[in-house]
């Protein structure tokens, strides 16, 4: 992202206008496995300013919607996509099982202020997203 935006600057000299403003975000669960902590920290040092893991890819959806079997078989039809899963299954599919836990950090209030935010406390909450929704009131 530096590149680019160093290369972006540079064209915004010459042609005398103003660079537009771009931040570098970063998927840990894009690949076949997640990202190590060492890669996300190579991120972080890099400038990157968000941090997502695709829920698609959890064992809670994998459970309830179903997924492309090439995530889990290589030699899968990458067109095909199954329907919902048995939950034993579906933690052996997912990257992030029924005992695994996840970490939310909020590193800021939005695009518009991507600065650190002072949470002041954490919490443990269960792994299951709809216990999360109905402790905070929220109707899907």
Not at 21 to 37: E, Q, R
Not at 49 to 78: L, V
Not at 102 to 127: C, F, H, M, N, Y
């Amino acid at each position: 992202m530096r590149n680019l935006l160093r290369q972006l600057h540079a064209w915004a000299d010459d042609a005398q206008v103003e660079p537009i403003k771009a931040w570098a975000g970063y998927n840990v669960g894009s690949g076949d496995h997640l990202a190590s902590p060492q890669s996300i920290r190579e991120q972080i040092e890099d400038g990157v300013i968000a941090i997502w893991m695709p829920t698609a890819r959890s064992a809670r959806t994998i459970s309830k919607i179903g997924g492309p079997p090439i995530w889990w078989d290589k030699t899968a039809n990458p067109r095909d996509h199954t329907g919902p899963l048995p939950w034993d299954e579906a933690v052996t599919r997912g990257q992030i099982g029924g005992h695994d836990r996840v970490v939310v950090l909020v590193t800021g209030t939005g695009l518009k202020t991507p600065t650190a935010v002072d949470v002041g406390r954490s919490a443990e909450i269960a792994p299951d997203v709809d216990e999360l929704l109905e402790q905070l009131g929220v109707a899907v």
